[in-house]
């Protein structure tokens, strides 16, 4: 059989990562969106996203790989997916009405023996509920994108998840043949199981990271240390090596938000129990100003006119996305204080504080500062120095709480390192 | 619901009015208002009698427009904890109401109680379900609602934790109660080992906050807590080595389970990010030397 021609149509994250993923294991592809600017943008080789691996990608794709911003040339594609980011407000609300027009217009353009795959994230019961395409050729495709690590895992994904109209039937065999290309185990199951089973596996995560906030908090208290007993929970096969186990400050980036709001509201109408959801976005909420408690207790309440230094704005490395970012948040609570940032891929808005500066480096970030806090756990952030930054701040408290640095060396080095699930160092007596 | 700040910078309201000043706390309030230089008038129990049936004219006849109110009087546990006096409470909050419709005030503040949440939370923030389960948190409870559907003014609620200090009236269980027995007998007697662990407030630190809601001319809810829990057995014990004197801290057999209450102070930070709490050691000593002071003269 002839190795299908493929379309995406939405070149935001999701469309871009997965359109040269799919490219990268030798399909031919056309990426559309229907924003020009976009297109020249991703023409010129200016890529709206920061993925690791992404660029490399696209260019060995080569000719595989091209971009338009005519739907019409979805019209010789045997395979469409749909995969435009689905954008979510600051409650976690999700905002379909792009995906559905976009839908619709892909639908127009295409032939009419095409697959159709919808690969943004929907709620359950939205792909059987769309009734535009032939239900034996209209499947959902759960999406893996993970930011910082989306090239990897649309590359070489643990399996594939189907969603379709009769599990039952066999999947047509231009997408089979496709799907078969990466090697990984095909799961199809009913469109409806398929949607829920992409926010369950989100809801395992933060139910992960939620157990791991509370027993970090705990071991702040009582002098025991996160980072000795994690590893200990890796080594459990019923817990397992990857598991989501590094605290953290809140569930940000919106995805999971989105998927908590969904199963609440879910549970709402459909009358079942979801006190642990709940739990989770409170335990989100609460773990969400650690650095601002920390610093009130070691340097506002502490320090007249105080200047706080911030390292990272991302809500997470490898990224440029800022939603709902701890670092952000943080910034518009320091209001009343003299603040300055730096992180090596957002240019800070002044919007978020009129009083910030921004550094051109991470040292230069700290200099004079009475503390400092590093929210991103950059990788260039990990080389610092701990008896540099000592050096050159005028104060002695870090607040770390991925320990980027090194713990040892920042305690050697006479700072006050502050860091989660670790026990905290005493805060000295005035 | 949390705290929000109509002024960005602190500004000076025309006027205070305290009612329930002759209290502890209303003292204080007004002795503080003054030394910032804001004109504030006391009113207790004496000037207006807010359980009478005539309270809400005699109360609007005493404001101007624009005054800030903080509503502080209230009867206390110590004085009854029966439906008499919750319903003499809610006649006062009912008269203050009613004063707020005739003379249009600025703000006003009411200091409500950590009693209307129940113990089977330990860790309480604004989010935290009122769900009182005594009279007395019953009544500020119903007080809050009152003020916030019939009181016509922009509305502060302060649920303040236990607060201690020199010149409490109350001789409730803890620092207040401990530093009188330690003073006076020597020595302090705790229900079963005093394991519970409370946070406890400072006066002054008290005073300093409702002061700064005043000048933000701020609404909303918020908790006034240090986010610092000790047990009555730490307190005893500060008290014990900081009296100058022998005191025997002692136990006794224990009536109720062990119960413990955390303050989650996120939304104090984030509404007063250079707030400054008095330790536990610091307060008590500082009451000490305030109680010490007050026998001499």
Redesign the interface.
Known sequence: MKAPLVGVAGMTHLGLVSGSALAGHGFEVVCFDRDQALVARLERRDWPVLEPGLDSLICANGARQRFTGTAKELASCDIVYVAPDVPTDDQGRTELSGLTALIRDVAAAMNSEAVLVVLSQVPPGFTRGLGLWPSERLFYQVETLVFGQAVERAMKPERIILGCADPGAPVEPRYRALLTAFDCPIMPMRYESAELAKISINCCLVASLTISNTLAELCERIGADWAEIAPALRLDRRIGSYAYLSPGLGISGGNLERDLGTVLSLSKTHGTESGLITAVVRNSRYRRHWALRQLHARVLSRVADPLIAILGVTYKENTRSIKNSPAVALIHQLIDFRIRVFDPAVRPSPQWHPGMTVADDALACCDGADAMVILTAWPQFRSLRPSELRGRMHGRVVIDPGSVLDRAAATGAGLEHVVLGAPSPAQPQQ | MTLAHAHSEPRKPTRVVVLGAGGFLGRRLVEACRRADVPAVGLSSRDVDLADAAAAGALAERLHPHDVVVFLAALTPDKGRDSGTLMRNLAMARAVCEATRRVQIAQLIYASSDAVYSFATTLI?E?TPAAATDLYGAMHRTRELMLASEAKAPLAILRLTAIYGAGDTHNSYGPNRFLRQALGEGRVALFGDGEERRDHLYVTDAVALIVEVVMRGSTGLLNLAT?QSFTFRAAADMIATSSGRTVVVTSSARQNPVSHRHF???NL??AF?????KSLAEGLAATFADMKAEARG
């Open positions: 923030s989010d986010g989650d102070i996120t930070v984030r990010p250079d707030m400054r709490f």
